[in-house]
């Protein structure tokens, strides 16, 4: 039986309470990202979310790789997914837990694009929900680097995988009309002994973000971020470009980082929240890694932004 981090946490009557699952992993030879993103709402019955794929020939939903991806699909609660140690999501995804917060196998078979990889943890889960609570986004979350491989289908091609990324798990009440909501999500991963994330927030300037936390993994060794900053400047469609970092850690490390999109995507990921998520190639100190830049809206915050820096037809 499962233990309790992998299964459906126990929740009050609210129809705001929300779960999820996300894994990502790339083929950076191929410019080729891949975000699978099961979510529940099991206070009103609902599943959403999916699997996306994308590369550097289209960033829309009706341009990406691949866009198997819905709000509303009926939920009959835990036990309907849950078939020992393996999840069965209606999304189509299956992930079998091998071994508790370490390992993972991921499974998905549709006629445009199927893979079987297996996560492995290279570091211990990294909680980071306080600050990102009081924006009334998640309760409980957490973050964890790791390897990916296995193998990808894309229509008739085959790839193999083998990459550094994150895994995230949420829970917790997610309201749709948190307005101002702006987040910053941006990481990478070169192995397990230099990774950092940072979960960021957006203030006046929307191109320039404050941390709320996040970690630096170097040598090995894993502290808290305590204080960091980034400037993002994005492109003429206004999706992430590049991203400048500086912050410190509990131990008083420096990082300095710096990232260059190589290909990006704009979805509408849930009714209260806009994702621009862009495979990056990221410096930092001696290390270079892919990762992400994740900036994060709600759609109507997203729109005013938008209108404000986009030409007049």
């Known amino acids: 039986m499962l233990g309790e981090q ?26 080729l990202s891949v975000y699978v993103y099961p979510w529940f709402r ?41 078939e020992d140690n393996r999840l069965v999501m209606p999304q189509g995804v299956t992930v079998d837990v091998l071994e508790e917060a370490r390992r993972y196998r991921l499974s998905y078979d549709h006629p445009r694009l199927a893979f079987e990889v297996e996560f492995e943890a290279v570091a211990e889960p990294f909680a ?19 390897r990916y491989h296995g193998w990808l289908r894309v229509g008739k091609e085959r790839y193999p995988v083998d990459c550094h990324c994150v895994r995230d798990r949420s829970w917790g009440p997610r309201r749709n009309d948190v307005l101002d909501m702006h987040i ?11 990774a950092f ?8 300037d929307p191109d320039r973000f404050t941390l709320l936390n996040g970690y630096l993994i170097r040598d090995g ?39 260059h999109a190589i290909a990006c995507m704009a979805a509408q990921v849930q009714p209260g929240m806009f994702n621009w998520s862009s ?33 007049n037809p």
């Not at 980071?128 to 790791?146: C, M, R, W, Y």
């Not at 994330?197 to 006046?204: A, D, I, K, P, R």
């Not at 131990?251 to 990232?259: C, W, Y």
């Open 42 to 82: 099991p206070g009103i019955g609902v599943a959403g979310g999916g699997v996306f794929a994308w590369d550097d020939s289209g960033s829309l939903p009706w341009t990406m790789v691949h866009n198997d991806y819905q709000w509303s699909r009926s939920f009959g609660g835990e036990a309907s997914i849950l």
């Open 221 to 259: 060794v894993r502290a808290a971020l305590v204080s960091g900053s980034a400037h993002m400047r994005r492109g003429h469609d206004l999706a992430p470009a590049n991203c400048s970092i500086e912050a410190v850690d509990e131990l008083g490390r420096v990082l300095g980082a710096e990232g």
């Open 128 to 146: 980071n929900s306080a600050a990102t609570g009081e924006l009334g986004v998640f309760k409980g979350h957490i973050d964890q680097p790791g």
């Open 184 to 194: 910053g999500y941006f990481h990478a991963t070169a192995s397990g002994r230099d």
């Open 6 to 31: 992998e299964r459906l946490h126990s929740f009050p009557d609210d129809e705001h309470w929300f779960e999820s699952w996300w894994f990502a992993f790339y083929v950076p030879e191929r410019r």
């Open 279 to 311: 495979l990056t190639r990221w410096n930092f100190g001696s290390a270079m890694a892919y990762g992400e830049l994740q900036d994060t809206w709600h759609p109507d915050g997203y729109r005013d932004f938008a209108r404000s820096r986009m030409p």
């Open 197 to 204: 994330l940072m979960v960021m927030g957006g203030g006046e």
